[in-house]
């Protein structure tokens, strides 16, 4: 498939439009201070904190335009199946081999057009940086082009992963140069790799520098979708949110979410400072679950796979068993009326991309799975144990580790 190049009149009438709405919504302030567009081809490397990311890059570079890498998934639905194609988007199986998006970034680059990178692959579910794979660093070092960075501030607490809708608050955007040619011809891909993490996980930004702040009705509810474990008592899928707090219905463990995005609890109630710090205890509690003689973890599954027909989505495939052992996971049961057996080697599936309350995903070999447990509420527990086994089991994982996750450390 040709890579368009997006369109200068709805990139213009974008700009003139939602630009204004993201500065009265969330304050939004980009700073380019540090950063000198080249006049050829550049790459943009973005953190990925909420499904406005891709708006925030675009509107920092204009009037130069971006050739941005999305999800194959978004590529099944209607308007999206034209639109994306439309604006010059370059399809990816996430975490899968894909040579077919390699080819269209080279090809875009080639007629001294502009990338949009999003390294870590899938949205962070609790704001931290989630780390890449390091091929991405071997891939920028071939393509030799300039690399700006872009670091989003804000974005997660304003439309977080965990519930529909937007609050507001504020948002910033960063961008910085990056590597520079020379840079990317004297520089491993271990040191490309270690400066990528360091820029996009916002270690090098000054300390003392103001949180950011959010203002809705309704804080903490939909939290419940990502934060399953009570950290008082132990219990999985006993939290319940309600106005600002999340409350567990086994222990009366009680916190409330402030408008700096802090977790305070209540008086004999126990929570981690943050959501970031809630989500690295739930990595711990099952890093401590998962040895090499355990028994297989299994859920029962539907299944959903791309419609034969362009723009209609996903539909139902067919269901069976999930297991997931140091190995990997394996899929036994039907797929369009006939027996499957499916295997998901652990070192092909570094992280497992999740909906809240709906569906976790797999790639592989250019197919797309998308698996909905019997317990949908589930589907964060899943996708916590699938990056805990990778981090447990393989002995040279091709993941970054992130920040502020526990899964290197433990």
Known sequence: MAIKQPNRIVYGIAYVLIYPLLKFLFHLKVDRSNCHLPKGPFI???????FMDFLLPTLAVFPRRLNAVAAQKFFFYRPLNWLLPFMGCIPKYLFDSDVRTIKGIMAVLHRGDNVLLFPE?????????????????KLIKKLGVPVISCRIDGAYVCMPFWRKGFRRGRVRVR??????????KTLSVDEINSAIDMRLSGEDIAPGEPPHTFRARKLAEGLHNILYYCV???REFTLETSGNTIHCTSCGNT????RLARLIPDEGSMAPATIQDWQREQNRYELQQLHEDMEPIMVEVTVRMASSIAGAGVEPKGGGVLSLTPKGWQFDGTLSGELASIFFPLETVPALPFDPNDDFQIYKNGEFYMFTPTN?????KYATIGECAYWRFLPDPEMTP?????LESD
């Open 402 to 406: 992130g920040k502020n996750n526990g």
């Open 376 to 380: 949908a509420c589930a589907c964060a």
């Open 255 to 258: 916190a409330s979410l402030d």
């Open 232 to 234: 008082k008592c132990g």
């Open 44 to 50: 943009v490397l973005s953190n990925h904190q909420s």
């Open 175 to 184: 961008l910085a140069d990056l590597f520079s040619t020379e840079d990317l």
């Open 121 to 137: 692959g899938r949205c962070t579910v609790a704001g931290a940086y989630m780390g890449m794979q390091k091929s991405t660093g």
